[in-house]
């Protein structure tokens, strides 16, 4: 099965509010996760990264937090604004030396007025 | 800027037949990655090259197949297309390891 997955399918949350967005993985040897935003129609946007030997990052009004104990990756957005309505995915690079990013099933993020 | 584009935009083939999808890419990076993109299944790697004549099969490589001639480009094909690849494909490029891909905007393919 996918290494990668999300806790809930669906987020709705007022405008203005924070947003927390999670992410579970499996693989204990993946060294490298990134946060993507989609919209419809359009191609997976980066949002955030973070590498295995860090444990937080932030970037403008989003968070990204790495607990590696739990295998656990978070996606926190600020005040959320009508433009953050997305669709949200985590990845995570296994290594082993292939490159390629093995997704999540993703969140779909809905901002209510 | 750079960009990634994707060609064409959708797509309606029968089965059977041979169908390319094109990839450009003015990044001027050497890794890129082709993904097909299905409700239930989020993104799934079909296959990767780290530079001109580098190819390598991804987690759902059967069916497909990729060459890259140069560095802005990565075709892929599918030999005789299936109506299980029916599928939205997006097309990504990375300056090197750990580092992010860009994505193009995707050719929505449907096979009947």
């Known amino acids: 099965g996918e290494s990668v997955g999300l806790h809930l399918p669906t987020l709705s949350v007022q405008e203005g509010d924070n947003s927390i967005i999670n992410c579970a993985y499996s693989n204990s040897a993946s060294d490298y996760f990134i946060w993507y935003k989609q919209e419809s129609g359009k191609g997976p946007q980066f949002i955030i990264d973070i590498r295995s030997n860090m444990d937080k990052r932030q970037g403008q009004r989003v968070t990204v937090l790495l607990n590696k104990t739990v295998k656990h990756l978070s996606l926190q957005i600020a005040a959320t604004q009508p433009g953050d309505s997305a669709v949200y995915f985590c990845?995570?690079?296994?290594?082993?030396?292939?490159?390629?990013?093995?997704f999540g099933k993703g969140t779909h993020l809905i901002i209510q007025p | 800027d750079a960009e990634i584009t994707q060609s064409p935009r959708h797509k309606i083939t029968e089965t059977g037949r041979q169908v390319t999808l094109a990839c450009h890419q003015t990044?001027?990076?050497?890794?890129m990655f082709w993904y097909r993109q299905d409700l239930g299944h989020g993104l799934r790697l079909i296959h990767y090259s780290y530079g001109v004549h580098d190819t390598n099969k991804g987690e759902v490589s059967d069916g497909y197949s990729v060459s890259r001639s140069n560095t802005e480009d990565l075709p892929l094909t599918l030999e005789s297309a299936a109506s299980s690849q029916t599928s939205v494909y997006f097309c990504?490029?990375?300056?090197?390891?750990?580092?992010?891909?860009?994505f193009g905007d995707g050719t929505r393919l449907s096979i009947l």
């Open positions: 990504a490029t990375s300056h090197g390891r750990n580092q992010p891909q860009h």
């Open positions: 990845a995570e690079n296994i290594g082993g030396g292939a490159d390629g990013l093995t």
């Open positions: 990044w001027n990076h050497n890794n």
